[in-house]
């Protein structure tokens, strides 16, 4: 008889035991909800992101051209980013792949404000989208501060029937994670 | 009842891990995302017009019902077009296909494109025409072999209705050879 009651016992402990593992992970994920939108507001401290609209103009179809901030402005300080944190990682996804009306169009990403004490100069290719590499990921900016990068753009035309209006759409976020 | 002991406190130490842990797996986030375009004008300064009508048809055809159908093969000066379809005379007559209107402005260079072979007497004239008056004249002369040949109409004035006309002749001795067509059409290029 004790040693049943003693086994109803323990089965009533464990069962009681078990029953509050799992209302700590119900409690524990209502505190991760919470949690992590405490955690947005923290992180939105990292970087400030301030981009600029580009437009090339005409291209005739089989036609190369190639930009650059002194041929068209706004592709200088395309980028601008304010950090307040080391190592924010900076991610570019484009719509590059999507055009058909190319044969080349590159995106050349290049610094062209470091804060001081960067691994990175002013000069350098941060990193290059094209048709066949429409996104990067990612770039570090190891100080914090302020950046800006350039874009310097190359693009080859296809043949079209009608005239044929193009847009490449380039999503840039900063995060702080790669 | 000391090994059930030990696994259920390791149970619960595990609980509260999990329960600890959870609200960090929130933090590879991303603070901002915006988005820019760089926006461009593809112009376009080349079309391609195939034959489609037949005006005069004094030559023969093989492999189509109607004359331009059996030239109309849709196929550029850099491939071959279609070899079973064609039209061919060994008589002196002229055979006309119509082209589509092209309807642009700044138009700077229409260029007849043809491939063709003759027989070892035959010559073919060929003769882009605007409102029946010849613009541009290609002559493909006695035994020569299949391929593309053009003849060009510089910074025509006035576009009106264009037709492509095929005369073909006997040059030399001996019983006629053939003119033979297999492929038609026009590249019109305009100035942006």
Redesign the interface.
């Known amino acids: 008889m004790s040693r049943r009651k003693?086994s109803k016992k323990?089965k009533l402990?464990?069962l009681l035991?078990?029953i509050?593992?799992?209302s700590?992970?119900g409690?524990?994920?209502y505190?991760?909800d919470q949690?992590?939108q405490s955690?947005?507001q923290t992180?939105?401290e990292?970087?400030?992101?301030?981009?600029?609209?580009?437009?090339?103009?005409?291209?005739?179809?089989?036609e190369t051209k190639f930009y650059t901030k002194s041929n068209v402005t706004d592709l200088g300080d395309?980028?601008s980013i304010e950090t307040t944190e080391v190592n924010?990682y900076l991610h570019l996804n484009s719509n590059l792949d999507a055009l058909t009306?190319y044969v080349t169009y590159n995106?050349v990403v290049k610094f062209s404000t470091v804060p001081s004490g960067s691994s990175h100069s002013v000069g350098d290719t941060a990193c290059t989208l094209s048709l066949s590499s429409p996104d990067y990921n990612s770039v570090v900016l190891d100080i914090a501060g302020t950046w800006k990068f350039d874009?310097e753009?190359t693009?080859t035309?296809?043949?079209?029937?009608?005239?044929?209006?193009?847009?490449?759409?380039?999503?840039?976020?900063?995060?702080?994670?790669p | 009842?000391n090994k059930?002991r030990d696994v259920?406190r390791e149970?619960?130490i595990?609980?509260?891990l999990?329960?600890?842990s959870?609200?960090?797996?929130?933090?590879?986030?991303?603070?901002?995302?915006?988005?820019?375009?760089?926006?461009?004008?593809?112009?376009?300064?080349?079309?391609f017009y195939d034959p489609t009508s037949d005006v005069s048809v004094y030559w023969k055809v093989n492999g189509a019902g109607s004359h331009w159908g059996a030239v109309d093969d849709g196929v550029r000066n850099n491939s071959t077009p279609i070899l079973v379809d064609y039209i061919y005379s060994s008589k002196q007559k002229a055979d006309i296909i119509g082209f589509p209107d092209i309807n642009k402005v700044e138009v700077s260079t229409i260029i007849l494109w043809v491939y063709s072979a003759t027989g070892s007497n035959a010559k073919t004239i060929i003769n882009l025409r605007n409102d029946n008056i010849t613009q541009a004249s290609l002559i493909v002369n006695p035994n020569s072999p299949q391929g593309w040949r053009s003849t060009t109409w510089q910074n025509p004035s006035s576009i009106g209705t264009i037709t492509v006309e095929f005369i073909h002749a006997k040059e030399g001795t001996g019983a006629p050879t053939e003119s033979i067509v297999y492929a038609v059409y026009i590249e019109v290029r305009y100035t942006?």
């Open positions: 003693m323990g402990a464990g035991i078990v509050l593992s799992l700590l992970i409690v524990s994920a505190i991760y949690a992590s955690v947005n992180v939105k990292v970087a400030t992101v301030n981009l600029k609209n580009s437009a090339l103009g005409n291209l005739k179809e089989g395309a980028i924010v009306a995106i874009f753009i693009t035309a296809n043949s079209v029937n009608s005239d044929t209006a193009t847009a490449v759409t380039i999503i840039v976020s900063a995060e702080s994670a | 009842m059930r259920l149970g619960l595990l609980s509260l999990i329960a600890i959870l609200p960090f797996f929130g933090y590879a986030f991303v603070y901002e995302a915006q988005t820019q375009s760089v926006a461009q004008m593809i112009l376009n300064t080349e079309n942006v």
